[in-house]
């Protein structure tokens, strides 16, 4: 049976306030309703939608720890970081992501995604990438949804070295991969020169 419409508000808060990057399409498959059925309690409840749900965690969240970059500067929105070990992104495929003739990702978008997101992991103010091994594994295409995770797998700092791997998923299937070799000031561990 399915819930009053107060009950539905109710569990719907708690759903979100759990797991802020819920889509609403999830949300209207576990209550049962129409996707706008579930956009108009939001509405109702002031609640905003995914996207920015996704910025406002980001920038409450790691605006402060993100060191090499500004946090709008990444390229999808970071929702989990710990400087030097790991961190993880979200981008969602949209029109201005693709190619108008046949829907597919432009490549320069995924690279983008998972580049920031290996500078965004250094822990020092500077973090250039002095070159990178990639590999597209298939094609991304508009509506997806890619979840790209960093993770730091060498740190030098004498040398002021870190490799970074970065591999993305769409719904759980590999679909880029990259080492990301980057140049960091060679303190390193966010020390001050």
Excluded: C, W
Aim: proline share 2%.
């Amino acid at each position: 049976m399915r819930p009053n419409k107060r009950d539905r508000q109710r569990l719907l808060k708690e759903t979100i306030n759990e797991n802020p990057f819920i889509t609403d399409e999830e949300l209207a498959e576990k209550f049962s309703v129409s996707i706008q059925t579930i956009r108009l309690d939001r509405l109702e409840l002031n609640i905003p939608e995914l996207r920015e749900r996704i910025k406002n965690v980001a920038q409450k969240n790691f605006s402060e720890e993100v060191r090499s970059l500004p946090i709008e500067e990444i390229i999808g929105e970071i929702i989990d970081i710990e400087l030097d070990e790991q961190a993880i992104s979200i981008l969602d495929i949209k029109k201005e992501h693709v190619f108008k003739r046949n829907g597919i990702a432009r490549g320069h978008h995924l690279f983008a995604q998972a580049n920031s997101l290996a500078v965004a992991v250094i822990n020092d103010e500077l973090a250039l990438t002095t070159k990178s091994h990639i590999r597209f594994i298939r094609q991304v295409k508009l509506g997806e949804r890619v979840i790209a995770k960093a993770k730091v797998l060498e740190k030098e700092t004498k040398k002021g070295r870190t490799v970074v791997e970065v591999q993305s998923f769409v719904n759980q299937e590999l679909v880029f991969q990259g080492e990301f070799y980057m140049y960091r000031s060679k303190t390193g561990e966010g020390e001050q020169k």
